[in-house]
DNA sequence: CTGAAAGCGCTTACAG
DNA sequence: CTGAAAGCGCTTACAG
């Protein structure tokens, strides 16, 4: 366990300054060829490594960038994760990554502590809405999928996406939706919930009005089996014919929950869920989702973060339908509640299915 | 965006020097009150928070451990991020957590990068076997589940938890068993294979032979499913009566071909995994599987880091046989093919699943 | 018990 | 183009 070497070890190997050697390790062009050569041999000699920290602690700056996400186990944000990392390093750059586990207090204790390491930037998908951060940070900090406080974020075009999916279950003939909707206090899941239930009371003055009831959960599996169990103990005929969920882990719980009761999906009960986790197109049925563009995202916000001088605005990227095999038409239709247009949109689909 | 204040702006304020600032930082026990209360107070008027980067250099240690996983989309991973993160919190220790996507070269790099920054440890679920790190490194080093070079490990009992599966199918009268493996270079997959087949070979010297086939994949989702498929279509006579995976991924890939070739699990065959992630009772059905103790081997990996003085040793914590509904007595079964001891055990097995 | 000073390994004006 | 020197914010012997 020996002692590293140093730049003072580099220049003495060199014969030159450590002055010289900091300045051909920065890739300075005024270096003399012949002392840069040397000062190459010299570090490689020595198997000389920056040691980042006094690099750190001398200049404030870092290669690092710090991610924060509510939870690493729920996989849309493992999958965040992956996606900004690989962006991070197309820039050769590092990331520190920590979870908040949805608790606030430990969502600021990471930020700060980030700022302690001199990252070169942080971005945080939000476990609540609310921060009481200064707002004159010494490092660019942007939000990712969910707002942190008064931060810029860039996130799925929460509200579009939403009406995709109201326009795919009113187009299939549902008049009586549930929506799981994901916590109230973070600003995606009430944009999401909101915009659901816009679109379906526009559509309703078209072809007829819907019903929808709003169930309020976390992001999880549970919430997800949970709150569907309740809703599909209901008599069938007050039974909702489509569920919406704000997550895919919501729907996916919600798709135990209608097995264990042996309703039907999508025949009985069609269930539809958000984000397009890797999971949605392997569970039984495979299902019908919003996408979220999970890599144009973190590209953006690591992208954003590197802009010079650091001026964020909100930035959306649109969400994408996928139709699979956890939606159908709704049965127990009366002829007149849909019109041919949606009858035949309802058909399509169907027949799309996976 | 105002300058941080520093120990010298903190002993100013206080009336002392910024020697007996740092003293009283570290609880050093010999200041007196007095001057520790005002140095406090001059702490908290100012904001005060220590520069953790120049401690890191004066002193080339910091309070952050570093872990690496092989891949973070892995729910298995994940949750051991989380646990990871939970344990070293209990001992105000911070984790930076790096994903090395399967790929020893990034692996190695995060590696070195942590020692760059003076982690006061590593914990590395290795991407694969080898690694040509010097083994005198300035801090503790260990590897969690899967083992890397020729550290340490803290594992799940590979070989006694995958004989437990092999008891379980055996059990059930299953004497025509498919193992799909994880990768050839991680000791944890051979491991588990070795075992899983030679227990079946010593239960069939007591209760007639069983035939087993190996399929190498990866640990995940794809090529479970992948796997599966090529082994189910075959003709019904030369399929497996039973699928065990090396992982809760794989299994779950298998089940998704076995929904698709329309064969039904389990009666007609039993497929089971390794690890029990959250979303093994969430499929349908739900997947019997081998526990891995996540938790327990977080928290003895993080206190092993921490023993003075480092001296690991490999340490194993036994799984534990989760029977759910993925699993089930074997079809066709000639009633010479089992003794009445293995059939009753396969009845209250089958009797017993969720 | 406390202060003055050295030093961790860098980078960067400042001279020359 | 390059060297000598200051300084980033701490901690820790060393005196007293």
Chains 1, 2 share one sequence.
Do not use: W
């Not at 050697?21 to 041999?41: F, I, T, Y």
């Not at 003939?173 to 915009?195: K, L, M, Q, W």
């Amino acid at each position: 366990m020996r002692r590293m070497p140093t730049v003072k070890d580099v220049a003495e190997q060199a014969g030159v300054s450590v002055g010289t050697v900091s300045r051909v390790l920065s890739g300075e062009a005024s270096v003399k060829p012949s002392l840069r050569e040397r000062v190459n041999e010299a570090i490689a000699a020595l198997g000389y490594r920056p040691n980042v920290t006094a690099r750190a602690l001398r200049t404030s700056k870092t290669e690092v960038i710090g991610l924060i996400v509510p939870d690493i186990t729920n996989p849309f944000f493992a999958q965040m994760a992956a996606s900004v990392e690989t962006a991070a390093m197309e820039r050769s750059h590092t990331v520190m990554l920590a979870s908040s586990h949805n608790d606030p207090e430990a969502e600021r204790h990471h930020i700060l502590a980030f700022l302690d390491r001199s990252v070169c930037g942080i971005i945080v998908a939000a476990s609540s809405g609310s921060s009481d951060l200064p707002s004159d940070l010494p490092v660019p900090i942007i939000s990712l999928d969910r707002r942190l406080g008064e931060f810029s974020v860039v996130s799925t075009n929460h509200a579009q996406a939403a009406a995709l999916m109201a326009d795919h279950l009113y187009g299939l003939g549902h008049r009586r939706i549930s929506y799981i909707a994901g916590p109230p206090d973070t600003e995606a899941a009430c944009v999401r919930r909101e915009a659901f239930v816009k679109r379906l009371a526009e559509l309703g003055e078209t072809a007829g009005p819907a019903e929808v009831t709003i169930h309020q959960g976390k992001f999880d599996y549970d919430s997800g089996e949970r709150i569907a169990r309740e809703l599909l103990s209901l008599p069938p005929a007050e039974r909702p014919t489509a569920i919406a969920a704000a997550s895919d882990q919501q729907a996916i719980g919600a798709l135990r929950a209608a097995r264990d009761l042996k309703i039907d999906v999508p025949r009985r009960l069609s269930i539809a869920g958000f984000d397009d986790i890797a999971l949605a197109k392997l569970v039984v049925p495979r299902l019908t989702t919003v996408r979220q563009p999970v890599e144009k995202l973190a590209m953006r916000a690591v992208e954003v973060l590197f802009d010079q001088p650091f001026a964020a605005s909100d930035e959306m990227i649109d969400g994408s339908l996928v139709v699979r095999g956890s939606t159908g038409p709704a049965i127990a239709m009366k002829p007149g509640d849909i019109t041919g247009q949606h009858r035949k949109r309802a058909d399509d689909l169907a027949a799309n299915k996976g």
